[in-house]
T-cell receptor, first 113, second 115 residues
Framework: QQPVQSPQAVILREGEDAVINCSSSKALYSVHWYRQKHGEAPVFLMILLKGGEQKGHEKISASFNEKKQQSSLYLTASQLSYSGTYFCGTATYSGAGSYQLTFGKGTKLSVIP | EPEVTQTPSHQVTQMGQEVILRCVPISNHLYFYWYRQILGQKVEFLVSFYNNEISEKSEIFDDQFSVERPDGSNFTLKIRSTKLEDSAMYFC?????????????FGPGTRLTVL
């Protein structure tokens, strides 16, 4: 069951903030956030392993609400370089000690001058 | 900085042919993965591999697909009897620990075009 991301797309002016949400219908063991620019491989941003965990990377941060089975990615004071498609990957237990990372459909973020 | 490498960067093949996509994971990583991304769509999990065997596979990974670690460095994805719908970007990834608990580093991908 893939996680659901919202919004599907967002356009920002430089300096504006954005929030990207990721929710799952299944219990989550971790949430991974990636950014992918057109024609390139996904680039890891951060991983959240515990409910309530929050992490930051410069002006990009994320939170993980384990009970609500959701995570949010916060981008503050956006820069042109933030443009790309953001994917959340949710790790769920698939039995027999195995876990699977399933990605959402992505949120296309465009930052304009 | 260590990185995952993949060859070739672009593979064009005729429908029905077999292709082998190659990956060299980061050297101290133990878990390996293949993902597929059809143009404009999301990244889809295909298979994970640990200790020389498949640890998890998706519904996409049917008998048409196989993976192998033929030596200590390469990790390959074989697609038999390719179909038009196999056209996609294929990403290899690796991690030190099991994927749910650790960063998966992606390679640059191989673009497969089936004609």
């Amino acid at each position: 069951q893939q996680p659901v991301q919202s919004p599907q797309a967002v356009i920002l002016r430089e300096g504006e903030d954005a929030v990207i949400n990721c929710s799952s219908s299944k219990a989550l063991y971790s949430v991974h956030w990636y950014r992918q620019k057109h024609g390139e491989a996904p680039v890891f941003l951060m991983i959240l392993l515990k409910g309530g965990e929050q992490k930051g990377h410069e002006k990009i941060s994320a939170s993980f609400n384990e009970k609500k089975q959701q995570s949010s990615l916060y981008l503050t004071a956006s820069q042109l370089s933030y443009s790309g498609t953001y994917f959340c990957g949710t790790a769920t237990y698939s039995g027999a000690g195995s876990y699977q990372l399933t990605f959402g459909k992505g949120t296309k973020l465009s930052v304009i001058p | 900085e260590p990185e995952v490498t993949q060859t070739p960067s672009h593979q064009v093949t005729q429908m029905g042919q077999e292709v082998i996509l190659r990956c060299v994971p980061i050297s101290n990583h133990l878990y390996f993965y293949w993902y597929r991304q059809i143009l404009g769509q999301k990244v889809e999990f295909l298979v994970s591999f640990y200790n020389n065997e498949i640890s998890e596979k998706s519904e996409i990974f049917d008998d048409q697909f196989s993976v192998e670690r033929p030596d200590g460095s390469n990790f390959t994805l074989k697609i038999r009897s390719t179909k038009l719908e196999d056209s996609a970007m294929y990403f290899c990834a690796s991690s030190t620990r099991q994927g749910w608990a650790d960063t998966q580093y992606f390679g640059p991908g191989t673009r497969l075009t089936v004609l």
